[in-house]
């Protein structure tokens, strides 16, 4: 029985010691933060750090000038010099005593010489009154073109001008291709003025020789 007695006093006890510590830590507690509010801290006061920023340089824009060559001035004009007026004019006398004979014949200058049909046989026209008329048009003459194969293989079109002198007959004279195309086709356009036939150029009603000239046209396809 002594052990449960001894037991419950301790209990007493402790619970006694609780409170006792617990009113002592309190005390302590609040002491300790009276101590640090009232503290006065020195503290240092911070040092700031200067440091020199450099100034805002300001570029101002120079804006090139354009160096104009203004040409030099007109050269002065010279400066008169006065002449001494020593000499003296004589005036001219004009002879108007001549008498004009309007009874006179006046002689006037030779006609020119007529032209005569011998010396027109021997000229060539270029521009007749009624200009050569080729027989059965130029269809005939296209007609009898023989595209050369160098000309078709390579692809070549063209005109072919051919100039010629018609004669009094209508038989073309001295045929020869003044712009050509090339591949064969020249020749071929005057081998084609085989056998054309014209009739005449004319000047005042008489057959006359006229300078002449014709296209030939070479297309593929049209052949």
């Not at 050569?132 to 009898?144: A, C, D, K, M």
């Not at 057959?207 to 396809?221: A, D, E």
């Amino acid at each position: 029985m002594k052990y449960p007695i001894k037991r419950m006093k301790r209990k007493k006890d402790l619970r006694k010691n609780y409170m006792l510590h617990l009113q002592v830590g309190m005390i302590s507690s609040l002491l300790v933060f009276l101590f640090v509010f009232r503290m006065n801290y020195q503290s240092e006061a911070p040092q700031l750090l200067v440091v020199d920023m450099p100034e805002e340089v300001y570029m101002e824009e120079i804006i090139q000038t354009k160096q104009v060559n203004t040409p030099p001035p007109p050269p002065r004009p010279p400066v008169p010099v006065e002449v001494p007026n020593d000499e003296i004019i004589e005036d001219e006398i004009l002879d108007l005593d001549a008498e004009l004979d309007l009874d006179e014949a006046i002689e006037l200058p030779p006609p020119p010489p007529s032209q005569n049909y011998e010396d027109m046989e021997d000229e060539i026209f270029v521009v007749v009154e009624n200009p050569p008329e080729l027989i059965g048009g130029i269809g005939s003459v296209q007609r009898r073109i023989k595209y050369p194969e160098i000309a078709r293989n390579a692809g070549i079109e063209g005109r072919v001008i051919v100039q010629f002198i018609v004669d009094e007959e209508g038989e073309i004279v001295n045929p020869k291709v003044v712009r050509g195309i090339g591949g064969g086709c020249d020749e071929a356009a005057l081998k084609a003025l085989d056998g054309a036939k014209f009739k005449p150029g004319r000047q005042r009603g008489k057959p006359v020789k006229v300078s002449y000239s014709m296209p030939i046209t070479f297309s593929l396809t049209g052949s």
